[in-house]
């Protein structure tokens, strides 16, 4: 056991929330009043090597592990105080992509994966339906029925980010109603292929760089080569091979928005006078603080360990919900209790830890509730 992060590794999570703080932090403000979706942004993380991070170098990727694509995306997330393009990026290279580098053929790596690395496209996953989310497989109507050499794909796909910009989606439809959840796979789809159509961009609370929208399939083509892995093979392989991918690099924003509104709120405190002296040295604004520090902590090393652990192939589902669950609420309470210390100043968007919290609260939410994560770890207990 060894909780020490190699000096390499630093340097480059330090370059990460550099480039964010000097290229995508001057601008958020702005573009998350006005839910601007910036592609000039999104071509310098390109360039930068970050939207391949996890992606094998042999594809145009930079061949990450977990664990460093986990600690990059925690400072971008502080560097830049922009939960949505974090969000964005996190739909893209993760919950989009991995599903072709994990369990695509050599032929679907080769012809998506190094234009997603270097960010000429751009990807995003269809699970969610108006109807389904955290029954996603069980409840799931888009249908998928083979006919010559390719898949019809009927149905609609809710809140998908970068839905309305995305390129390349990894979908998934039903193959094999009698087999319920089992009978679920997952197809490659373009956004050019006939029968695609994308549903009015949804306006946000938070994550408002991002953009989300429905995605309509009418009788939407799909050739047979894009299938992934196998019928049938949507959550018992494609799925589990992903999972533990979202539940440590997704929720990493969340801890760099607790690291970003602790500095600030210590700061705030520091200076701010209210009868007299500092508000750091009443008690109650002490209190929040030490909790926000303790609250941060518990959540790296939870989220740290279920993403060295997925490095090491150990499997770690549990792990990853425990952490999940934790750090998601954790970056809530401590959005909450950061603004308290800011007092009415929380309440207006010049100051960032508004934004912060907004776009905090998705993690709860997002990828499986707290709910569906807490009735996981018990289900697990009492089996
Ligand atoms: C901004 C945003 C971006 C998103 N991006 C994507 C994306 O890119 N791709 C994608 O596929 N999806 C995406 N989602 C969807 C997201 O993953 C779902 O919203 C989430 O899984 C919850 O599903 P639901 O909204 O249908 O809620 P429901 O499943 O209807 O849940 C409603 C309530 O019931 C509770 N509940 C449900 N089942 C249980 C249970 N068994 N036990 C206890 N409580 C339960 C839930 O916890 C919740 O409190 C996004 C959502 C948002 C808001």
């Known amino acids: 056991m060894d909780f020490s992060i190699p000096e390499e590794l630093l340097e480059f999570r330090d370059s990460v929330r550099e480039f964010a703080r000097k290229e995508v932090r001057p601008s958020v403000e702005e573009r998350d009043l006005n839910e601007v979706w910036d592609p000039a942004i999104w071509n310098k993380m390109g360039e930068m ?10 594809y145009g990727g930079q061949g990450a592990d977990c664990l460093t694509t986990t600690i990059a995306t925690e400072a971008f997330a502080e560097g830049s105080t922009d939960g949505g393009l974090t969000l964005a990026w996190g739909a893209h290279s993760i919950i989009g992509s991995m599903p072709i580098v994990l369990c695509g053929t050599e032929d679907q790596k080769r012809r998506y994966i190094p234009r997603l690395a270097t960010g000429e496209w751009t990807a995003g996953l269809g699970l969610t339906e108006p109807g389904s989310g955290s029954d996603a497989a069980g409840s799931m109507r888009t249908t998928a029925v083979k006919k010559g050499d390719r898949y019809i794909l009927n149905g609609s796909k809710m809140f998908i980010t970068n839905g309305p910009i995305g390129d390349v989606f990894t979908v998934m439809a039903v193959t ?11 197809f490659i789809v373009q956004k050019d292929f006939p029968g695609f159509k994308v549903g009015k961009k949804l306006r946000k609370m ?12 009418e009788d939407l083509e799909v050739p047979e080569e894009n299938l992934i892995s196998k019928e049938n093979s949507g959550f018992l392989r494609v799925g589990r091979a992903t999972l533990e991918w979202e539940r440590t690099v997704l929720v990493a924003s969340g801890i760099g928005f607790m690291q970003f509104m602790l500095d600030e709120a210590v700061e705030y405190a520091s200076k701010r006078e209210q009868f007299g002296e500092p508000i750091i040295r009443f008690h109650a604004i002490q209190d929040k603080i030490a909790k926000a520090r303790i609250k941060l902590d518990a959540s790296r090393l939870l989220v740290y360990a279920s993403a060295a652990k997925k490095d090491q192939g150990i499997p770690a589902p549990i792990e990853s919900s425990i952490a999940k669950v934790y750090a998601t609420e954790a970056a809530v309470e401590t959005g909450y209790d950061m603004g308290q210390i800011f007092g009415g100043y929380c309440y207006i968007h010049e100051y960032p830890v508004e934004r912060a919290y907004r776009d905090s609260r998705l993690g709860t939410l997002g990828g499986g509730t707290s709910e569906v994560m807490r009735s996981i770890i018990a289900a697990n207990l009492s089996a």
Do not use: N
């Not at 938070?206 to 399939?217: A, K, N, Q």
């Open 176 to 186: 094999d109603k009698s087999k319920g959840a089992m009978g679920v796979s997952v």
């Open 49 to 58: 090597g970050l939207l391949g991070l996890p992606f094998p170098e042999e």
């Open 206 to 217: 938070g994550m408002r760089t991002s953009t989300t929208s429905e995605l309509i399939f």
